[in-house]
């Protein structure tokens, strides 16, 4: 197999990597644990661990890169470009690094957002917009891209005009593997839809006070039985996605009204925010990051004339 492209999604804690024909088809699809935190615990060896995981596609395909692999952090820090950003602008901005066994390397730049009380950063989610633009030619509107680090994001003419970062899985992860709430969250129970719809309307409840109380609450309504060690953790989930929808929709709807929302990531938290979507009365198109990001990055190689 002799890809035309190779299109990497590196982030702080998984690698996913595509092999691309010449007409952008996907050959095979790789994915790893091996995310930019690995690699700087064992040495911090970018070219070796790329060589590794990309066996027998190298040669001279070129390797078009999105995530945090471009962080400070990272393979190498590329500048964020500031918002507005056109998006189909962002093959002028890619960074180049050394061939690894002949094949190019590019880093395609982040988005920063500094007006405003509080600065705003993203590494990645813009090639995911992108990859909804070529797949629906959507110019105009409101994206939302869940995840470690969601993402709300206001799109207008194809441009990246202004979006609000909210810590939501990074919370969900950290208080459901240690400190009080831990203690009474069962590890890896199954999704309960019951259990997240408490979550969401007590996120929504104008008397429920703020979220660190709230979130007290999953330690108390375990201890007085009206949450399981099973449930506990679902609820927890509805609270947080619940807490974020609220104030990214309150944001939002300070510069107009909100009714549909695309949203895009993996399955699971496109049904999990879809569920939410129907509590806050929004319309939630859904789009999987995997069919759309290869696309993306593939399209940006050829508009920089790499293949």
């Known amino acids: ?44 060896d970018f070219a070796a661990s790329l060589t590794a995981f990309a066996q027998g596609w190298l040669g001279s395909a070129p390797v078009i890169m999105a995530g945090m692999v471009g962080s400070r952090s990272g393979w190498r820090e590329v500048p964020y470009l500031e918002t507005p950003t056109r998006l189909d602008d962002l093959w002028n901005h890619l960074a180049a690094l050394p061939a690894v066994h002949g094949s190019p390397v590019r880093i395609v730049p982040g988005i920063a957002r500094r007006e405003g009380s509080q600065p705003d950063v993203m590494r990645g989610e813009e090639c995911q917009l992108l ?35 909210y810590m939501t899985g990074e919370l969900f992860a950290l208080l459901a593997r240690q400190g009080s709430l831990a203690q009474v969250i069962a590890a890896d129970a199954a999704f309960d839809p019951v259990a997240f719809g408490r979550g969401l309307d007590r ?8 979220l660190s109380h709230q979130l007290f609450g999953v330690r108390s309504r375990s201890l007085f039985g009206s949450l399981s060690p099973e449930t506990a953790g679902t609820y927890l989930s509805g609270l947080l996605v619940g807490a974020e929808m609220r104030d990214a929709l309150a944001w939002l709807r300070h510069r107009g009204k909100v ?24 319309s939630l198109d859904r789009l999987e990051s995997d069919a759309i990001l290869p696309p993306a990055l593939f399209a940006l190689g050829r508009q920089a004339g790499l293949f």
């Open 1 to 44: 197999m002799t890809p035309a492209c190779i299109a990497i999604d590196w982030g702080t804690s998984n690698r996913r990597g595509w092999a691309l024909d010449a007409g952008g088809t996907v050959l095979e699809r790789r994915g790893d644990d091996q995310g930019l935190m690995t690699i700087k615990a064992s040495g911090g």
């Open 203 to 210: 996120a929504l409840d104008p008397d429920g006070g703020g």
């Open 131 to 165: 990859g909804a633009q070529l797949a629906l030619g959507i110019t105009d509107g409101i994206f939302l891209l869940p995840g470690t680090h969601a993402k709300w994001v206001r799109l207008q003419a194809g441009r990246i005009v202004d979006f609000r970062t």
């Open 259 to 282: 009714s549909r929302v695309t949203a895009i990531g993996a399955a699971n938290l496109l049904a999990a925010y879809g569920a939410a979507a129907v509590r806050f009365e929004i």
